[in-house]
Antibody, heavy 124, light 107 residues
Framework: QVQLVESGGGLVKPGGSLRLSCAVS????????MNWIRQAPGKGLEWISYISSSSTYTKYADSVKGRFTISRDNAKNSLYLQMNSLRAEDTAVYYC?????????????????WGRGTLVTVSS | EIVMTQSPATLSVSPGERATLSCRASQSVSNNLAWYQQKPGQAPRLLIY???TRATGVPARVSGSGSGTEFTLTISSLQSEDFAIYYCQEYNNWPLGFGQGTKLEIK
């Protein structure tokens, strides 16, 4: 079954850290660039980071640059997001989503598969 | 950064009727626009890319149009499964931008 399953969310205090995971199945993980996208309660979607298929390239939104680190393990079909120095405004559901290498290199950055998300709550 | 504005925030339509959702970009995004559907507790689902190309498995009653700064998602003859939140997303520039969503509810 083709799916993405996020995990690792929870309650963390401001200034704390959390590591999210996204387990992939049903497709060739290394054929895709992977992304993290978040949605704060009652708000819209916000793209926050991507990593290329072989981890050569990464990119971050300004809102998380320097605090979050994206990584992947193609042997384990897994994507990760290390989140440090967390703030209340990082409270959101975090989704992983894929873009094929073909589409990404052509500049077509739309997401054809998403996970259901994992909730991160930053509160004292 | 391109700002995507969706309207209306909430749209009430009766089953069997047509729904028209709008998305406006603060500057041209050419036809680099996608639409997604999201239902409570579910993953967002890609509906449209390239402003007007339906994704695999999307029914023909769903259509997208527009280019530049003005885009429309039309769902003709609404079915019960169509009531959800819809988001537009531009991929012409970085950072990628999403609209705030339109909630399509049953009238």
């Amino acid at each position: 079954q083709v799916q993405l399953v996020e995990s690792g969310g929870g309650l963390v205090k401001p200034g704390g850290s959390l590591r999210l995971s996204c387990a992939v199945s049903g497709f060739t993980f290394s054929d895709y660039y992977m992304n993290w996208i978040r949605q704060a309660p009652g708000k819209g979607l916000e793209w926050i980071s991507y990593i290329s298929s072989s981890s050569t390239y990464t990119k971050y939104a300004d809102s998380v640059k320097g605090r979050f680190t994206i990584s992947r393990d193609n042997a384990k079909n897994s994507l990760y997001l290390q989140m440090n120095s967390l703030r209340a405004e990082d409270t959101a559901v975090y989704y992983c989503a894929r873009v094929s290498v073909e589409m990404a290199t052509a500049g077509y950055w739309y997401f054809d598969l998403w996970g259901r998300g994992t909730l991160v709550t930053v509160s004292s | 950064e391109i700002v995507m504005t969706q309207s209306p925030a909430t749209l009430s339509v009766s089953p069997g009727e047509r729904a028209t959702l709008s998305c406006r970009a603060s500057q041209s995004v050419s036809n680099n626009l996608a639409w997604y559907q999201q239902k409570p507790g579910q993953a967002p689902r890609l509906l449209i890319y390239g402003a007007s190309t339906r994704a695999t498995g999307v029914p023909a009653r769903v259509s997208g149009s527009g280019s530049g700064t003005e885009f429309t998602l039309t769902i003709s003859s609404l079915q019960s499964e169509d009531f959800a939140i819809y988001y537009c997303q531009e991929y012409n520039n970085w950072p990628l931008g999403f609209g705030q969503g339109t909630k399509l509810e049953i009238k």
